[in-house]
């Protein structure tokens, strides 16, 4: 499983925003179907919201393949 830190500039970033940012949606369309198949977990919990406020210290996780830290 790859893993990625990720520092966040402010209070939090969107869900979708994160993926489109960390290169593991190539669009905005790709980063909610990603969502809506149900493939990312938050802290360990699945994700639906794709506007979720991800803040530091979440780990976001994305299938079997990535694991994102926020810092």
Same mark, same amino acid.
């Given at each position: 499983?790859?893993? #990625?830190?990720?520092?966040?500039?402010?209070?939090?970033?969107?869900?979708?925003?994160?993926?489109?940012?960390t290169g #593991?949606?190539?669009?905005?369309?790709?980063a909610k179907?990603?969502?809506?198949?149900?493939?990312?977990?938050?802290?360990?919990?699945?994700?639906?919201?794709?506007?979720?406020?991800?803040?530091s210290g979440?780990? #976001?996780?994305?299938?079997?393949?990535?694991?994102?830290?926020?810092?």
């Amino acid at each position: 499983m790859e893993k #990625i830190e990720f520092t966040i500039n402010g209070e939090f970033i969107e869900l979708l925003g994160l993926l489109k940012a960390t290169g #593991i949606a190539q669009t905005g369309g790709h980063a909610k179907m990603i969502v809506e198949d149900e493939e990312v977990f938050r802290n360990g919990e699945l994700e639906t919201r794709k506007r979720a406020k991800l803040v530091s210290g979440d780990i #976001i996780e994305v299938g079997d393949e990535v694991r994102i830290v926020l810092k």
